[in-house]
């Protein structure tokens, strides 16, 4: 299986300051799944990105996967309190089971 | 928007007890799986279940667990005698796409103490 290594472990960001995770595997990657977690709740899907280069946005969060397809990242812009929560990335094996990553706790200072 | 529901949110059991969770897949969607986490680790994979049938399972999802889909809606999961370390998260997913990676919807889990 997959070993994802997310960083930083944990960040705060000032509202309105961006902010960016990164998640890195040692395989090629199939599929790349962008995760948000409030604790103790369930997962909220992002995005997912399948091709190098690719990149995708959807309101204020931006992911890429690069080239190589082993390296992701996931960027906020101008970060608001419902920003704030546990960003999960997870990969595809190509058997369509996920493995994920360890998780990215942001917290959003007023 | 469809999503994926599970029930219950909460189940606190004795050990050796049974216990099933049950999940409601997204209705359209034809892959079923099955995640944990316990408290404070990664999100696992457990099993996944395309055609009534299991496709992949963990290292996890030894006898004490199968998993089932009972009628049209519903898919779940039974651990036959839970033991302490079963007390997790545990989270169902669905998704559409057969053959390709596809987005992986999950519920919002239900959390299983056993005592």
């Known amino acids: 299986s997959q070993e994802l290594e997310q960083s930083p472990q944990s960040l705060i960001v000032q509202e309105g300051k961006n902010l960016t995770i990164n998640c890195t595997s040692s395989?090629?990657?199939?599929?790349l799944y962008w995760y948000k977690q409030k604790y103790g709740e369930g997962l909220i899907f992002l995005m997912m990105?399948?091709?190098?280069?690719e990149e995708k946005s959807h309101e204020k969060i931006t992911a890429k996967l690069d080239e190589k397809k082993q390296q992701s990242s996931l960027h906020i812009t101008a970060s608001q309190p419902s920003h704030a929560g546990i960003y999960l990335c997870?990969?595809?094996?190509?058997?369509?089971?996920?493995?994920f990553g360890a998780g990215t706790t942001v917290t959003v200072r007023a | 928007e469809p999503e994926v529901t599970q029930t219950p949110s909460h189940q606190v059991t004795q050990m050796g007890q049974e216990v099933i969770l049950r999940c409601v897949p997204i209705?359209?969607?034809?892959?079923f799986y099955w995640y944990r986490q316990i408290l404070g680790q990664k999100v696992e994979f457990l099993v996944s279940?395309?055609?009534?049938?299991?496709?992949?399972k963990s290292e996890i999802f030894d006898d004490q667990f199968s998993v089932e889909r009972p009628d049209g809606s519903n898919f779940t999961l039974k651990i036959r005698s839970t033991k302490l370390e079963d007390s997790a998260m545990y989270f169902c997913?669905?998704?559409?796409?057969?053959?390709?990676?596809?987005?992986?919807?999950f519920g919002p889990g239900t959390r299983l103490t056993v005592t």
């Open positions: 209705s359209n969607h034809l892959y």
């Open positions: 997870g990969a595809d094996d190509g058997d369509y089971k996920l493995s």
């Open positions: 279940f395309y055609n009534n049938e299991i496709s992949e």
């Open positions: 990105l399948q091709k190098g280069g």
């Open positions: 395989k090629t990657l199939y599929g």
């Open positions: 997913a669905s998704s559409e796409e057969t053959g390709v990676p596809d987005e992986q919807y």
